[in-house]
């Protein structure tokens, strides 16, 4: 079954540094990838997919992932964070059924 | 704001209780899918319905079921509700269902069950 791992379950960065957030799948075909963002009490805001072509997608505030076939990971990257970055981070991939497949999330501290 | 709307926001009720969450989609989709999320299981996908029918199921519990409507709205009914079943549901939307498609999620519905 198609599934994807985010090995960090919590990443601290200082605002204005930059960011890299880890999602590894396992999928038979070109996967079809999404990153989602949960802020606090609310509800899931996507932020990019990646469905086939440039292998560098750009999404809202600000991030971009790159799907890397060889290394099986399409990790979300930004620049430079702001304090409203701090949130719960998922990688997503479709599960089979049009379900979608969820990681377990990384969840993003940001300090001054 | 994602287009898609869930009412109510929060709900506390006791265990045993029956409730029903309800969820309107963004215009013009006609899926409509039930997840769960909890601390311990995480987001978890529950059922999909595609223009009032039934698509694909996951793990949801016999005590819970839903259905889509004819204005493409869905409701989710809990019933006989423990304590476990304490969590967030969220509804998500999208326009037909298959892959790829994209899904926009409402804010969800808090449960707690005392």
């Known amino acids: 079954a198609q599934s994807v791992t985010q090995p960090d379950i919590h990443i601290t960065v200082s605002e204005g540094a930059s960011l890299e957030l880890r999602c590894n799948y396992s999928?038979?075909?070109?996967?079809?990838l999404f990153w989602y963002v949960q802020s606090p009490g609310q509800g899931l805001q996507l932020l990019l997919k990646?469905?086939?072509?440039?292998?560098l997608v750009q999404g809202i505030k600000g991030f971009e992932a790159e799907f890397k076939r060889s290394q099986s990971s399409f990790n979300l990257r930004k620049p430079s964070v702001h304090w409203s970055d701090a949130a719960e981070y998922f990688c997503?991939?479709?599960?089979?059924?049009?379900?979608?497949?969820f990681g377990t999330g990384t969840r993003l501290t940001i300090i001054p | 704001d994602s287009g898609v709307t869930q009412t109510p926001k929060h709900l506390i009720t006791a265990t045993g209780q029956r409730v029903t969450l309800r969820c309107s989609p963004r215009?013009?989709?006609?899926?409509v899918y039930w997840y769960q999320q909890s601390l311990d299981q995480g987001l978890q996908f529950l059922i999909q319905?595609?223009?009032?029918?039934?698509?694909a199921k996951g793990n949801i519990l016999e005590r819970f079921s839903a259905q889509q409507f004819p204005d493409l709205h869905s409701e989710l009914n809990l019933s006989s509700l423990e304590l476990g079943d304490s969590a967030l549901y969220f509804c998500?939307?999208?326009?037909?269902?298959?892959?790829?498609?994209?899904?926009?999620f409402g804010p969800g519905t808090r449960l707690t069950v005392l």
């Open positions: 998500a939307s999208s326009l037909q269902g298959g892959s790829p498609d994209t899904q926009y």
């Open positions: 999928y038979g075909a070109t996967p079809y």
């Open positions: 990646y469905f086939s072509g440039d292998t």
């Open positions: 997503a991939v479709p599960g089979g059924n049009e379900k979608l497949t």
């Open positions: 215009s013009g989709d006609l899926s």
């Open positions: 319905y595609y223009n009032g029918e039934e698509r």
